[in-house]
């Protein structure tokens, strides 16, 4: 008799547990819906003004290393390790990959962070914007 009551709870948890689980699948489905945004057109015409600017414009840059794709690599472990506040990339110029760190619009500011960086990678370089072509 008592492994019977035993039972039949156990029975009623499971039933109780399953039900449970239905009920919340079903309220987790009634949260879909679609958003609309409407946005003044001159928002848009400004982002893509803004995009046209930053691919145009040219900064100093502080190359720091150059090699093999995996010398490349380790460079900038070691650059974004050693100053992390610079973003780095490696850019391939055939038939090297070189490391280059930062974004400096002005000569003075790139001046200063390549004394710095010149103190931990010495054969570091001091590369001037690029002169577009107009």
Same mark, same amino acid.
């Given at each position: 008799?008592?492994?019977?009551?035993?039972?039949?709870?156990?029975?009623?948890?499971q039933?109780?547990?399953?039900?449970?689980?239905?009920?919340?699948?079903q309220?987790?489905?009634?949260q879909e819906?679609?958003?609309?945004?409407?946005?003044?057109?001159?928002? *848009?015409?400004?982002?893509? #003004?803004?995009?046209?600017?930053?691919?145009? $414009?040219?900064? !100093? =840059?502080?190359q %720091? &290393?150059f090699g093999?794709?995996?010398?490349?690599?380790s460079?900038?472990?070691?650059?974004? *390790?050693?100053?992390?506040? #610079?973003?780095?990339?490696?850019?391939?110029? $055939?038939?090297? !990959? =070189?490391?280059? %760190? &930062?974004?400096f619009?002005?000569?003075?500011e790139?001046?200063r962070?390549?004394?710095?960086v010149r103190?931990k990678?010495?054969?570091?370089?001091?590369?001037?914007?690029?002169?577009?072509?107009?």
């Open positions: 008799m008592q492994l019977t009551q035993t039972h039949n709870i156990t029975a009623m948890k039933l109780f547990c399953i039900l449970f689980c239905i009920i919340i699948g309220l987790s489905h009634a819906g679609t958003i609309h945004i409407e946005q003044d057109e001159k928002i *848009e015409q400004l982002l893509k #003004l803004y995009k046209t600017a930053l691919k145009t $414009s040219e900064y !100093y =840059r502080i %720091v &290393g093999s794709y995996n010398q490349a690599e460079i900038k472990a070691d650059v974004e *390790e050693d100053f992390p506040d #610079l973003p780095s990339k490696i850019d391939f110029d $055939s038939p090297t !990959y =070189r490391v280059r %760190v &930062g974004k619009k002005t000569k003075m790139a001046e962070k390549f004394n710095e103190e990678y010495p054969n570091a370089m001091l590369l001037k914007p690029k002169k577009s072509a107009k």
